[in-house]
């Protein structure tokens, strides 16, 4: 049973080989997913970290004391960051998701009393809000933003939550948003949050290691009165390895419900802070060492130069012809649209083509396709060069014209009722959709385009059923 014995050797070739078929992590190229320092001492660092620790277990911090200290002081560097008062506390996660999820149990946990629990968010949150409530059955009331800035409407979020008063357990808000990369007005958020005697969680999962070293004009952490968690990764913009993030609670009264214990089975007592039980060390010691490493002047540095780098793709962009930036950015997240004449599908194939990878964002409620930028330190001095790209992109995708999507195709994918699919059906759709072959293979083609722009004038459930059906068969 298994594979043969291998030697090491052959093992980290192949390894090595498997590789070269993804994303570079590195080289300031590929502008979502990864983000890039462009320090190699502390990646080498942040990699030694991550084998040293890979074996330690956070299971038990008594067993592996050093666990314990690492967390405690990475939630001391934030607690400070983010203008914590001395009752702050935290926890470090596998991810901003892991956070959210988190900062949504404990908010749901501490009030049993409310069986129909509902999140007050405004629409632009992250969808791993939508995946908390999803899994711990809230409610999630998501509310209209403002149409000019993207951001949350204050007055809307505070009628949501007299709308569904004595039901509400958590609200929230991003510093920044990820698809436009603005910052929600934290502070009117939270005059209305504390009028209510409501938690108020602040998403910085991609802010949190930027804004602290950014000009930010108001007050977005736990320096506004109300703020009662805050989650910010540091596998984003702290520019540690993958698998790591925090979560703070405004005091500890509001973290106990996230903490677990169960003695009720023959085995050790369980005592879990976060939804892993068993979890690597790497993470948490790599995030130690790299914080470490840049310490705060070399974060203000690394910001400072994705921040320029950010205003330099603004201006490039609003010298280009057919592209517009959909709203000034607060941070490092630029949110790009077009103006018809080619489409953000075709632009992202193209681009990657030449070696940058962009991200496609679907249109939501309205508001047509954009791409996506995160700009990372990395990045920063190849932004002419990303700029020429996009221009040579942009003339070809005008010159190809937009992706049509088949008028009966579009009216088709309207009419759909995901929920009345079968298997068969849902086979018939991926190969309409361009995501399954004849005869069912299953793959991605080389052109995105077409794919994406026809799940583009899918209804939002019909596009969820046919990626969950795209994923249920590529793992197969
Ligand atoms: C990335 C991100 C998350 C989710 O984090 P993961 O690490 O991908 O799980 C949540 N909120 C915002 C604003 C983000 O950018």
Known sequence: MGPEPTPAAAVLAQLEQLRADDLPTHGGRTLAYVYDSGVAEADELGRQALAMY????????????????????????????????????????????ESILLAVQAARDAHPE????????????????????????????????????????????????????????????????????????VEEVAAATRERGLRLHVDACIGGWVLPWADVADPWDFAVEGVTSLSADLHKYAYAPK????????????????????????????????????????????????????????????????????????????????????????????????????????????????????????GFEGAPATLHVSLS?????????????????????????????????????????PATLDDDAFDGLLQVAGLAGEGGTIGLPEHMAPVNALLDVAPPRLREALLVAFLDRLTR
Not at 66 to 89: I, K, N, Q, Y
Not at 135 to 145: A, I, T
Not at 248 to 262: E, N
Not at 342 to 347: A, E, K, P, R
Request: with cysteine; net charge negative.
């Open 54 to 97: 890979g074996g330690t277990n956070g299971l038990d911090p008594t067993a592996f004391p050093s666990l314990l200290r690492m967390e405690t002081e990475l939630v001391g560097v934030a607690r400070e960051m983010f203008h914590g008062g001395p009752d702050v506390v935290g926890t470090v996660t596998s991810g901003g998701t």
């Open 114 to 185: 409310i069986t129909d629990p509902v999140l007050v968010v405004p629409t632009t949150i992250h969808a791993a809000f939508h995946k908390a409530c999803h899994y711990f059955g809230l409610e999630r009331v998501s509310v209209p933003v403002d149409p000019g800035t993207f951001r949350a409407d204050p007055t809307a979020m505070a009628a949501a939550m007299d709308e569904h008063a004595g039901r509400v357990v958590l609200v929230a808000v991003s510093t920044p948003s990820y698809a436009h990369g603005v910052i929600d007005p």
């Open 243 to 362: 698998g790591v993030s925090l979560l703070l609670h405004a005091d500890a009264a509001l973290r106990r419900p996230q903490l677990f214990a169960s003695a009720d089975w023959p085995g050790y007592t369980m005592l879990n802070s976060t939804v892993q039980s068993t979890k690597s060390g790497g993470p948490l010691a790599a995030a130690w060492a790299v914080v470490r490493y840049f310490g705060d002047s070399g974060y203000a540095r690394l910001v400072r130069t994705s921040l320029e780098g950010t205003r330099a793709v603004v201006a490039g962009i609003e010298t280009q012809e057919h592209l517009h930036v959909v709203v000034p950015p607060d941070s490092t997240l630029v949110a790009i649209g077009t103006d018809g004449s080619c489409d953000v599908f075709t632009l992202s194939d193209l681009m990657l083509e030449r070696g940058w990878f962009v991200q496609p964002q679907m």
């Open 377 to 417: 330190a990395a990045t920063a001095a190849s932004v002419p060069d990303f700029l020429t790209a996009l221009g040579e992109c942009v003339e070809e995708a005008v010159r190809r014209g937009p992706v049509v999507v088949d008028a009966e195709l579009r009216a088709a994918a309207e009419a759909i009722d």
